[in-house]
């Protein structure tokens, strides 16, 4: 496995720098605030996040995949396959069932109040891939778990899993301007910058839509694709336009003392579109 995590590294390593110098060279929206700024802020949240994952869910989660793996457990385990596509099906699984939990954290207002943190973003890019609040990343082990136990995902597919889905989310939340006609036959396949940045607008009937982070493919079968918004996409969420409120401090306690996290009405919508954030 240490074999596998280093691989890990070295994949996201790449896609990083790969990235970043898209974004620099080719961004695809203009900036809000001072990128050095920003870039620090989502490195803190997410550096709270990884620790907490470190410290919480991986103790549990990869030993419970080895369980699971060592009982034969789940649908793949019961399926003959060849190893490649036993570990392929897995991963397809995984995605699809993250979809799903992407589709509850918006819908139920619990969930909403740690997943917040993360659309509260006024700018996207690579670092907004990283900016999840740790609470709800520790909420969703049980979910994972549940994902494990019922797909029976081995510690090996897990791995490939979590790489490919980093590597993903960091490409799709990247600031990085791709020729429009290729980013369209891609986006049949998988997620793009410009296909999930119309999911982060403040526009309510936008964000509802694109909830994959993988293959594209969940979000066609389910009705719930579009990439008929392009230009003058309003990012982040209506409660918190201004720089001012989306600080380290503010953010990290967001989930335990927000007030009203409501979406706006229809009215609203259509004057959040193109309205700047506050100064």
Known sequence: MRNWFVLQGAIVGVAVVAIAWRETRRPLRRRVERRVVHTVRNAAIGAVGAAAVHLVETPIILPFALLIEGRGRGIVSNVPLPRPLSLLLACVLMDYTLYVWHVLVHKHPWLWRFHVVHHADLDLDASTAI????????????????????????????????????????????????????????SRVIVTPRMHGIHHSVVDDQVNSNWSSGLALWDRIHGTFRLDVQEAITIGVPEYRSPRH??????????????????????????????????
């Open 246 to 279: 989306v600080t380290l401090g503010r953010m990290l306690a967001l989930p335990f003392v927000a007030r009203n996290l409501n979406r706006p009405t229809h009215a609203e919508r259509r004057a959040l579109e193109t309205a700047p954030p506050d100064a």
């Open 131 to 186: 900016r999840f609040h740790f609470g709800e990343l520790l909420i969703s082990i049980p979910w994972r778990l549940a994902q494990i136990a019922v797909i029976g995902t081995t510690p090996q597919a897990l791995v490939i899993w979590q790489t490919a889905t980093l590597v993903s989310i960091l490409f799709h939340h990247s600031n990085a301007s791709l020729p429009a006609a290729f980013e369209r036959v891609l």
